[in-house]
Structures are given as structure tokens and as C-alpha cells.
């Protein structure tokens, strides 16, 4: 078994950084780092003026600086205690929304993080899975229904409202609000992954406003199945994660890829990852070759499309991951944000 290095980040900041246990199969590691620690859960995060940002539990937003981590300010968008599982940005601001009913839409000034609700939803079934800007003009939030039809909240050249459409969802379909990661756009799309007792992909044509709905291999059948992540490096390749949250170690059907938009998928690695995942992300100008993933119990990484996947840390307790640059990623979770900086 090869050994592991372990760097300092900034040899001029070592004192800012409290340093993780790595049990790893790989020398792909190069420094792994704690650079906040809180009491809050963390399942989503945007990366903005050298800057991760984050919402959680507690009304909790703020940000850490990756340069230098003790420069960090954190406030509480609502005197209630509302969980936070999407963040979504535009040039000026941020954005989120909390789960359950009501569902807030909370504006945060980029400048001064003064804040605002800008969109109420009072409807008993509100749940926010994700929130996603395709540009600064037009984003969507995905919510869960009590009457199976497709919930979607748009905001559009400074309005907000419910995008109209027909799709009907299937008995027990619905999403999670793991990583704020299961909708994702090009120019041309805008991908949301579905999960429960049933799971499947919907894709939006932005040319027609036409959804076209396509089945896919993942394990579903019982609520807590199904995709949980998904990620394009184009119109045509792109990636989806998941399992069984009640059954991390299962790994069995709960990675797939497809090379047609997302009409067909095709499964990768079953019996041969490290189980339930909650977010993956394509390698920036990778076109998909390289990717990461996490989940509670692992972190993983694929360097030939998602097809074989080695797990490069059994470091618990992470949701959600995002690349800061070629050579460094971002996790956040429970109680914490970290920084990995892998060795090419």
C-alpha cells in the first residue's frame, strides 16, 4: 500500500489550520485541511471572490476565505431556526431557500450581506431540493409536491414565479436536498434528477421551454433511493449519483453516465464503489474525463469517466463538494469545511 504526504497548505499559515486524519488508498493526496469549524450542517456552497460560502442549519450563511481562513464573518438570515439546504448566486447577490413550510426565498447582498425575503412559498408541501442559476437573468428551485406534479420556482428578468408545465411525476418520485447538486444547466439544458420509488431525469430545452422526461438504471423502488447528484461537462455527457442513504455501504446500481443528454444512462462500477453518494462534480475543463464524489462515509475519484472509481479518503461526515481550481477541491458537511489538494 502506497503512503500518503501530507503538506502544509501555506507554510506562513500552518497555526490557521487544524489537519484531518487521512486514511487513503492513494499518494493523490496532497494536504487535506479543516478551515472552519462550527456547529451546523452544510449541504450547500458557492465559491465567490476567492471566497466559499455557504448556507446550513440555524439560519446559518457566511463564508470563509481560502487564502486566509481566519478571515470569515457568519450571520443568521432569520431569528427562526430554518434549515438551509440550497444556495444559488448572480453577479450581485445570493440566494436562498429554506425547507419546509413556509419556504423562504432569502436575497443576500453580495457588498454588505444585508438581506431580504423576495419570494414566499406557503404551500404545505414546500421542501427546496436545489437552486440553480443558468445565467444572472433566469434560475429555478426545485421543490417536492403533494399532487405529483413538477414544482418549479423561476425567477426571470427579476420576477419570480411557478415555471407552468404538464410533467407529472410518479408515485413516491420526489428528490433530495443532499448537496443542493441534483439540478444542473448548460446553455442549451437544465437537468433535475428525481429519486425515491421512482427516479429519472428531466430535461428542460430552453430554445422550446419543452421538458422531455427519460428513465434511467439507478436503484430506485423505495424512498430513500434513487439520485441524489448529478453533473454535465456539456449537452452530452454527464453523470449521476446516489444509492440508499438507510444502506451506505450498498453499492449496487447507484452510478451511471450518459453520452446523449441524458437519454439513455449506463451503469458504471456497481459492487465496486464505496456506496452512497451525495455529490459529484466534473473536473473543470476535464470534458468529464476526471471527477470527484463524496458521500458520508467516503470520497472518491474517477479518472476515466466515471467508469472505475477509487475511494481517496474515508474521511466522514462531508455532503458537498465543489473545485476551486484543476488541482483543489472544497468539501463541506457536518461541522465543517475543508480543503483537499490533490497531486497530478
Known amino acids: 500500500m502506497d503512503f500518503l504526504f501530507l503538506l502544509p497548505m501555506k507554510k506562513t499559515l500552518p497555526f490557521l489550520f487544524s489537519l484531518l486524519g487521512i486514511f487513503t488508498f492513494s499518494q493523490q493526496i496532497e494536504s487535506f485541511a479543516n478551515i472552519l469549524n462550527d456547529k451546523i450542517s452544510i449541504r450547500a456552497i458557492e465559491l465567490y471572490d476567492n471566497k466559499v460560502w455557504y448556507s446550513g442549519t440555524d439560519s446559518?450563511?457566511?463564508?470563509?476565505?481560502?487564502?486566509?481562513?481566519?478571515?470569515?464573518?457568519?450571520?443568521?438570515?432569520?431569528?427562526?431556526?430554518?434549515?438551509?439546504?440550497?444556495?444559488?448566486?448572480?453577479?450581485?447577490?445570493?440566494?436562498?431557500?429554506?425547507?419546509?413550510?413556509?419556504?423562504?426565498?432569502?436575497?443576500?447582498?453580495?457588498?454588505?450581506?444585508t438581506h431580504q425575503i423576495v419570494f414566499t412559498d406557503v404551500s404545505k408541501a414546500a421542501f427546496y431540493d436545489a437552486f440553480h442559476f443558468v445565467n444572472n437573468n433566469l434560475a429555478f428551485a426545485f421543490s417536492d409536491t403533494d399532487d405529483n406534479r413538477l414544482k418549479l420556482t423561476m425567477y426571470k428578468n427579476g420576477e419570480w414565479s411557478f415555471f407552468k408545465n404538464n410533467i407529472k411525476l410518479n408515485e413516491g418520485e420526489a428528490a433530495f436536498a443532499a448537496s443542493n447538486t441534483n439540478i444542473v444547466s448548460t446553455k442549451k439544458y437544465l437537468w433535475i434528477a428525481t429519486g425515491g420509488k421512482s427516479s429519472r431525469i428531466l430535461r428542460l430545452n430552453f430554445k422550446n421551454n419543452q421538458i422531455d422526461v427519460f428513465n434511467t438504471p439507478i436503484i430506485q423502488g423505495e424512498s430513500?433511493?434513487?439520485?441524489?447528484?448529478?453533473?454535465?461537462?456539456?449537452?452530452?455527457?454527464?453523470?449521476?449519483?446516489?444509492?440508499?442513504?438507510?444502506?451506505?455501504?450498498?453499492?449496487?446500481?447507484?452510478?451511471?453516465?450518459?453520452?446523449?443528454?441524458?437519454?439513455?444512462?449506463?451503469?458504471?462500477?456497481?459492487?465496486?464503489?464505496?456506496?452512497?453518494?451525495?455529490?459529484?462534480?466534473?473536473?473543470?475543463?476535464?470534458?468529464?474525463?476526471?471527477?470527484?464524489?463524496?458521500?458520508?462515509?467516503?470520497?472518491?475519484?474517477?479518472?476515466?469517466?466515471?467508469?472505475?472509481?477509487?475511494?481517496?479518503?474515508?474521511?466522514?461526515?462531508?455532503?458537498?463538494?465543489?473545485?476551486?481550481?484543476?488541482?483543489?477541491?472544497?468539501?463541506?458537511?457536518?461541522?465543517?469545511?475543508?480543503?483537499?489538494?490533490?497531486?497530478?
Open 60 to 113: 446559518k450563511f457566511g463564508f470563509v476565505d481560502l487564502k486566509d481562513p481566519e478571515n470569515k464573518k457568519q450571520i443568521q438570515l432569520s431569528e427562526e431556526k430554518l434549515q438551509f439546504r440550497t444556495l444559488a448566486q448572480d453577479k450581485d447577490f445570493f440566494y436562498a431557500a429554506n425547507i419546509e413550510s413556509p419556504a423562504y426565498f432569502f436575497q443576500i447582498d453580495k457588498k454588505n450581506l
Open 224 to 344: 430513500s433511493q434513487g439520485i441524489y447528484s448529478i453533473d454535465f461537462s456539456d449537452d452530452k455527457f454527464g453523470i449521476a449519483v446516489g444509492g440508499d442513504y438507510t444502506k451506505q455501504e450498498a453499492n449496487i446500481n447507484n452510478i451511471a453516465t450518459t453520452n446523449d443528454g441524458g437519454k439513455t444512462w449506463q451503469i458504471h462500477a456497481s459492487g465496486k464503489n464505496a456506496g452512497y453518494t451525495t455529490c459529484v462534480k466534473i473536473k473543470p475543463n476535464s470534458k468529464g474525463k476526471e471527477i470527484i464524489s463524496v458521500g458520508d462515509q467516503h470520497i472518491s475519484y474517477s479518472s476515466d469517466f466515471g467508469k472505475n472509481w477509487k475511494k481517496i479518503s474515508d474521511e466522514k461526515g462531508f455532503f458537498v463538494c465543489q473545485w476551486i481550481d484543476k488541482n483543489t477541491i472544497v468539501f463541506a458537511g457536518k461541522d465543517k469545511i475543508s480543503v483537499m489538494k490533490l497531486r497530478f
